[in-house]
């Protein structure tokens, strides 16, 4: 490098709210790897059905489609504040932030109750045969990620309540929503899985 | 295409003055807590690299020592050095401690500590996360040989198969034990593939375009993007063991609609790419070596990266070739046989890129070199016996015998472990500021070589005489006698190449020659900084306008105007690195430390008692609270 030439930055923003930014990447990332452990957990599944003479077991019978169905529109509204917080948080408008940010909470918290019903609606304990441990299993993913994004909105939550909001806490609530889109796309194609492929398949 | 810096407005560079000034803000802004407990707070990319680094290779003294206790066994016929329940427990944390505790994380390590470097940025994108990842491997790491201390370690194999891995056959709580252990190096390795995509695609030098970034650096970015394929479905897998040992699921049982070869797809389709995650990082280092050695860039760029992925693509298709002897449709198994083939192809291409780069140069003789003349030989051989076996009716006759152990030893210790030495003697300059000795690299090297060859080769012949795995010992009338002498002749040959390493390295930490900047006058741009580098890695981030950047007479250069009062990293453009931001990047931290406390002390207690993973859990909300709070403070 003998003829040195410099590139000034000093124009360049600090921060940016959208998927230039390194966060928005890692929660790409980690979309992609937990969606990958549904593919896994849907191919086991397919796996196991392909063995079995029935499925389900004649003593356990096809599950009811009631709550989950509810459950499922529930969890396709509540995109809608998910998307009003993506775009506050793009308009960096702090007071819409918190209140979508509460929104996500109450849909996510409603969507986690009715959630115990879908659990009864399978009619089987997760040790009574494989068909029953893969359904809990496919169902107790998908709820573990719903709890770990409701302690996410948490969290960000009581902070913008409490300190001032900076330029990233704006990300952090757009990748909250973000988040929340991919809990409610990969919830789809895992409630025609658990639900009708026993039912219809 | 034209690089930015022609583009910007050209200025002449400030005075020293200037640059001093910023030497000594950047120290300040960039500085490590100081202290015993400012260990537990360090985020800076080459630190956690050098841990990686430095645990991995304990490790692999450790899992040396179980080889050669089990060398010392085999050594003659009837021996009564270990028992039989004994043996069967160290060739497991042989296994698992050389995949899961050396391989994997040394490659990592190595990644977290060059890949910074060499697209020239300052620290990986999320620091704090990737100190979790060091914590939860060494937890993972100390848990194994608390389990194996206490007489209690896995028994199982390394790949754990069912039933024998399962409550019927594996009582107590081993093989639980084994399973945390599992997760907390998925994690780790989840953790640093996620710090080093975002490194590669989001944090290169303005100029560096994808068509410009180094050999080693391509092949660790495809590596960690296998990584995040393959530990899902390792994920799968251990969850669901865990699960039936200890919930009751039936997932393994075919008496209620389980599968025991579930678990055997389930666990290749990780533990195959496995192999590549280790061995790709390693084909990196070779270009990076052979490169330097030659002074030349490395003949046919493009075929080399496209061989890399086409290597990653396929690894994916072979997972079935470890299942030869299970039964499965032929159709299926031979779609398998043919991709399993295949994969030669890219190796091939690899070793004639590397070949035409050193047809007529005259190379660099010295020890990392060699190095990579071992690795042609012994990594050849090894890819040679797995086409061999990669065939079916070769496969059933060989499963499960001596002539495998030797084929993956040939290609592991052949394909990684020999350009991962040459990789420690061409870095380490670097790392540590002096060079390793030559004389007892080139004893290193020799001997190591020689043990090799004289402790794996004889085991294709025992394989073909039909001596299996994993058997604790032998009668004197089979005519294997010989042959295992030999063998365990070449392991104390390998120990004492290890032993020589060892003295080499602390030897030169002392009293090795001063490396400077470039001691090999490589071209990548972890050479454009001291050795070892400072904290922010260099004082102003290059600008590149080729592939071989310090080799460069015209073009390249330097930005300028990155604040350096805070911890900030430029941002560029994913395809042709172009500048797009600045981003502040948290500093020191002992918040990874505490989560990684809370919830590692939650999965270690969930071997005795399911619901402490529910209390690690909880326990952990609030130091994921204190993590965001204080995420504002310098």
Known sequence: MSTARALDVSNLPDAVLDSRSLVWWGTLIMTVIEGMVFAISVGGYFYLRNLASAWPPPSVGPPDLTAPTVNLGILLVSAIPAFLLDRAGKEKNARKVRIYLAWNLVFGTAFLVVRYWEFKALHCMWNQSAYASIQWTILGLHTTNLLTSLAETGIVLVYIMLRPIEDHHFLDARLDGVFWYFIVVTWIPLYVVVYLVPRFG | MSSPAEKAPREKAPGDSAEERERAELARTWRKRSGKLGLLFSVDHKTIGKRYIITAFVFFLVGGLEAAAMRLQLARPESRFLNPDIYAQVFTMHGTTMMFFFAVPVMLGIGLYLVPLMVGTRNVPF??????????????????????????????????????????????????????????????????????????????????????????????????????????????????????????????????????????????????PEVYIIFLPALGMVSSIISASTRRPIFGYTAMVLALVATAFLGFGLWVHHMFATGLPQMGEAFFTAASMMIAIPTGVQIFCWIATLWGSRPRWDVPFLFVLGFFFTFVIGGLTGVMLASVPVDLQLHDTFFVVAHFHYVLIGGAVFPLFGGVYHWFPKITGRMLGRTLGIWNFALLFVGFNLTFFPMHELGFHGMPRRVYTYSPDRGWNGLNLAASLGAALMAVAVALFLINVFRSLRRGARAGENPWNAETLEWATSSPPPAYNFVRIPVVASRSPLWDREGGGFVTGMPTDKRLLLVTHALDAEPSHREEVPGPSVNPFLISLTMGLGLIGSIFWLWWAVIGAFVSIPVAFLWYWTEEEP
């Open chain 2, 127 to 272: 620091p704090r996360l990737n100190a979790v990842g060091y914590w939860f491997y060494l937890m993972g790491g100390v848990l194994l040989y608390g389990t194996f201390v206490m007489n209690r370690g896995p028994d199982a194999g390394w790949f754990a198969y069912v039933p024998l891995s399962g409550n019927a056959y594996s009582a107590g709580h081993g093989m639980d034990a084994w399973v945390q252990i599992i997760n907390f190096t998925e994690v780790s390795a989840l953790i640093v593939a996620a710090s080093l995509i975002v490194t590669v695609f989001k944090q290169r030098a303005p100029g560096m375009s994808l068509n410009r970034i180094p050999l080693f650096v391509w092949a660790i970015l495809i590596t960690m993007i296998m990584v995040i394929f393959a530990m899902p479905a390792v994920i799968f897998a251990a969850g669901s063991l865990n699960s039936d040992r200890s919930l009751g699921t039936h997932f393994f049982n075919p008496a209620e609609g389980g599968d025991a070869l579930l678990w055997q797809h389930a666990f290749w389709f990780f533990g195959h």
